[in-house]
């Protein structure tokens, strides 16, 4: 008996260090293809807006966002940026992120048809060099080239707390 206990005990380490080796770590994102097509597609663009998300409002960190998923031309419809263009959205992003104290929840994200939504709640302190403060329902609507971001739209509204509708927003 006693064989045999030790020997299981054995086994189960062997296969507790088998099966770590064997299981891999999640990959590191490559980054974005313009390229992309397939019937895969629409599973690699979930996969690229959840990564992207996951970077701009978790991390605040949309360096490595746009790194990883804009690599050229980006049309910026949003209202607040000062124009069209990978660089100029990211002098805009780069120094609000750093300047200003933003807390992101509730983030749900989407892809279909060529275009990714990510909606959010986002909650800006007063004191902020943005001048908001609140809690604020979010959209961001990108549209897809492969799995590339080239265009970008975004709406934000106020949370005020007396909308009609009990279950406004979220």
């Known amino acids: 008996m006693r064989f045999f206990t030790s020997s299981f005990a054995a086994l189960s380490v062997l296969v507790v260090a088998a099966s770590a080796v064997a299981t891999p770590s999640k990959p590191k994102p490559k980054g974005c293809d313009p390229h992309a097509s397939g019937k895969d597609l629409v599973k690699r663009q979930e996969a690229a807006i959840a990564d992207y998300a996951h970077y701009m409002l978790d991390e605040k960190d949309p360096q490595t966002g746009f790194d990883l998923y ?38 749900k994200t989407y892809a279909g048809s060529g275009h990714a939504f990510m909606r ?39 949370v005020t707390g007396k909308e009609t509708n009990p279950h406004s927003f979220f």
């Open 120 to 158: 959010y709640q986002v909650d800006v302190p007063p004191g902020g060099a943005s001048g908001l403060n609140g809690t604020f329902a979010g959209v961001n609507i990108l549209r897809f080239q492969g799995t590339c971001f080239v265009e970008h739209w975004e709406l934000l509204q106020q």
């Open 70 to 107: 804009v690599p050229g031309q980006y049309i910026q419809h949003a209202p607040s940026y000062p124009g069209d263009g990978r660089q100029v959205t990211l002098d805009y992003l780069v120094p609000f992120f750093k300047a200003n104290e933003v807390f992101f929840s509730k983030l």
